[in-house]
């Protein structure tokens, strides 16, 4: 009997007894904090429901809480491969490999920088607080028309719940609109504050399951209702002291961040002064080996130039040579001109001299015509003269004489007259042989123009890779411009080709 009124007993009875109901747990700040590890094991057995991307922003604190400020250089891949983060409803919600997940994780992780352990354990209770089921308990209740359903006691009031979910409820009552909770036996009673509002009625499988719902009300009602109060001097006190001591923890916290800071610009300043050591180092190794290679350079180039100036004066030598060539060739040019000149005027001498034995080939062929009609004339009185001596020889009054002709004196010259005509045959030797001696000399002059190109072309082309374009005169290109065409206006060209002048051979 005694504890059936027990059971029936209001909110109004519950505030006179307070000391009594004192001893109800009271959730504070350290105590969260202690709950933290139950928290993340409820969240990760999924007896909490959490969305993904929530979950990786808890196990994101949760790293913070354990590893602290987040270190690439320590802090490698794969450091989180042994930790358990993620609750398996999330990992098989999504095909992504476990380094996907920690690259994530470590996203979120690397932007908690600077934060202490617990106050990334106390941001990782605010996030879990806002889950929907965190902080309920859940009861099997039935309605009166036996209706299964689920009751949940948290902090800010009781909520209906449908058992197939239990993350939206199907009717709550807040703290402040409950008037009364009470039980009898099996039976659980709600009476709202506003009296329009029907009593609500169910029943539990027990009866130590109502007393522990009782339970649970009167100490989050408790709760609910110091959150609202002014505080006692007590709790003032303990509140200062929180306070005070979570000011000099933050103090703490960022002397040992200013220290931190310190250590590691320090560091950061050693590490660049050894980078810069370790630079200056390789620069000082690859500038004498810089030095190395342009003294090898510089001997080479040495070398080199030593042999471009063997090579220049051997050019040099060839250019005079070719000078004296050409000089040479320029001074038999004028000697092959003035011999020329002097065949020319040869074959003149031998022509006057060719018409001069023509006359007096006329003049001795008409003193031949002279002496031959002589000579018959003298025939012609011999025969008259025989005649003439024969008739006086016939006459008898003389005796008969055998006329013996008188030889010719010795002394007298005579004509041979056997042929019936008398020719002179002149044969011009010299001038064959002028001719030929000409022909000659010409085939000579060509040879040697040819070989003298020859070397002309071979000196252009050995100096051609030297040549410095921008310093050509407008006569270099014009000279260029004949070769390229193959000029034949060129001086050289008219001594090659020998002229034809001069008179054509006479034949006599």
């Known amino acids: 009997m005694a504890g059936a009124i027990a059971s029936r007993m209001s909110f109004s009875s519950l505030k006179r007894k307070q000391p009594k109901t004192f001893t109800v747990r009271i959730v504070t700040m350290d105590a969260e904090m202690e709950f933290n590890c139950e928290v993340k094991k409820q969240i990760l057995d999924e007896k909490i429901y959490c969305p993904p991307e929530a979950s990786v922003l808890l196990a994101s604190y949760a790293v913070q809480a354990k590893y602290g400020d987040y270190d690439p250089s320590v802090h490698k891949r794969g450091f989180l491969a042994q ?133 649970l009300c009167i100490g989050n009602h408790d709760l609910f209702m110091r959150r609202r109060k002014a505080d006692s001097l007590e709790v003032q006190q303990m509140k200062a002291q929180a306070r005070e001591e979570k000011a000099r923890k933050q103090m703490e916290r960022q002397r040992l961040a200013r220290e931190k800071q310190m250590r590691e610009e320090a560091e950061r300043t050693r590490d660049e002064l050894e980078r810069r050591l370790l630079q200056m180092k390789e620069e000082a190794t690859m500038a004498n080996e810089a030095l190395m290679r342009s003294e090898e350079t510089a001997d080479l180039l040495a070398e080199k130039a030593q042999i471009t100036e063997e090579e220049a004066k051997l050019l040099a030598q060839k250019a005079a040579e070719a000078e004296q060539e050409m000089q040479r060739i320029k001074a038999t040019a004028i000697r092959t001109e003035e011999e020329k000149r002097l065949m020319e005027q040869k074959v003149l001498e031998a022509e006057v001299l060719a018409l001069k034995m023509a006359e007096e080939s006329e003049r001795r062929a008409k003193e031949a015509d002279q002496l031959k009609q002589d000579l018959q004339e003298a025939r012609e009185a011999e025969r008259r003269a025989k005649q003439k001596l024969l008739e006086i020889t016939t006459k008898p009054t003389y005796p008969p004489m055998n006329p013996i002709p008188a030889p010719l004196p010795p002394d007298i010259p005579s004509f041979n007259l056997i042929g019936d005509s008398l020719s002179f045959d002149f044969k011009d030797t010299d001038m064959k042989r002028l001719s030929m001696e000409i022909e000659k000399e010409k085939v000579e002059y060509m040879e040697k123009s040819k070989h003298l190109q020859e070397q002309l072309n071979e000196l252009k082309t050995e100096i051609e890779a030297l040549k410095l374009k921008e310093r050509e005169t407008a006569l270099d290109i014009l000279h ?24 054509r051979p006479i034949c006599i």
Request: proline residues 4%; charged residues 30%; without cysteine.
């Open 480 to 503: 260029n411009e004949n070769s390229d065409r193959g000029g034949t206006s060129s001086k050289h060209n008219t001594i090659k080709k020998p002229q034809a002048q001069g008179r």
């Open 83 to 215: 930790e358990e983060l993620l609750p398996k409803r999330v990992i098989n919600l999504y095909q992504m490999t476990p380094e996907m997940w920690e690259e994530r994780i470590t996203a979120w992780y690397a932007e908690h920088r600077g934060r202490a352990r617990d106050e990334a354990e106390m941001e990782y209770l605010k996030i879990a607080q806002d889950l929907e089921m965190y902080g309920v308990n859940y009861f099997t209740i039935r309605n009166k028309k036996g209706t299964e359903l689920l009751l949940g006691v948290d902090a800010l009031g009781l909520h209906i719940y449908d058992p197939e979910n239990r993350l939206t409820p199907k009717i709550s009552f807040p703290w402040n609109e409950i008037r009364n909770i009470s039980y009898s036996d099996k039976e659980f009673t709600i009476k709202p504050l506003d009296k329009k509002i029907d009593v609500f009625k169910f029943n539990s499988s027990k009866l130590r399951v109502n007393k522990l719902i009782l339970q």
